[in-house]
């Protein structure tokens, strides 16, 4: 009885620590977008969650760690889908590309990571950390779901070539100048139905780039590509 209730409080207090952590993960956002990384203040951080310096530094951390834990939270949501089909011919291939290029639209346009971007920029240099830490955390985890496809095309004998290269021309095929755009604040958020058509046109772009010629497969170079 005793060691039952003893875990059922423990639980409750690991409930209660969460929950905090989370609302100062929330008010650390919100000053960072509000005042910018470099302003804000560890003091404005405890006073917007309602918690001591003491329990911030003691749940999360500090600025920076705080800064790191906002970025993973949504970086989280950026792997590739749990459920991709067997790749085993190019149709398998443009609808696994077309899954994860609409996740990554839909999750990477999200006001909120936008902002985040505009944070960096905005920052770059007084506080060249947010770069840092936004490109290492969610432009690796954005990178990872891509080259994991690739390596399974190229496993399977899809396509050939570099698979971070490969990654990138699909990068570049899906988002065109939609980031800049939406960064600069001209466009809105694309909805879900232009989200499926712009996954759907890079994967075939890509196929199309990347197309097979009596039994080989042609591997295009991305600086012709793109031009650099």
């Not at 209660?16 to 977008?33: P, S």
């Not at 890509?206 to 042609?218: A, K, N, R, T």
Request: net charge positive; charged share 25%; glycine share 8%.
């Amino acid at each position: 009885m005793m060691a039952a209730a003893s875990k059922s409080k423990r639980r409750r207090a690991d409930a209660d620590e969460a929950a905090v952590r989370q609302r100062i993960l929330h008010a650390a956002f919100l000053a960072f977008m509000e005042r910018g990384y470099a302003a804000t203040s560890t003091l404005e951080i405890a006073t917007r969650a309602r918690v001591s310096k003491r329990a911030l530094y003691a749940l999360v951390g500090n600025k920076q760690e705080m800064l790191m834990a906002c970025i993973s939270e949504r970086a989280k949501r950026l792997q590739a889908p749990t459920e991709l089909p067997v790749l085993h011919d190019r149709e398998s291939l443009g609808h696994a590309l077309a899954s994860v290029g609409v996740q990554l639209l839909r999750e990477i346009s999200d006001p909120a990571v936008i902002a985040v971007f505009r944070l960096a920029i905005a920052d770059a240099v007084r506080a060249p950390e947010v770069a840092r830490a936004l490109d290492s955390i969610g432009g690796e985890a954005s990178r990872a779901a891509v080259k994991g496809i690739m390596t399974r095309a190229a496993a399977a004998g899809l396509v050939r070539g570099d698979v971070a290269d490969m990654a990138g021309v699909f990068a570049g095929l899906l988002w065109g100048n939609l980031m800049l755009t939406l960064l600069l604040g001209v466009v809105d958020r694309p909805g879900a139905h232009e989200i499926g058509r712009r996954a759907r046109a890079a994967a075939a772009a890509f196929l199309q780039l990347y197309s097979q010629s009596d039994g080989g497969v042609l591997n295009p170079d991305p600086g012709e590509i793109f031009g650099s």
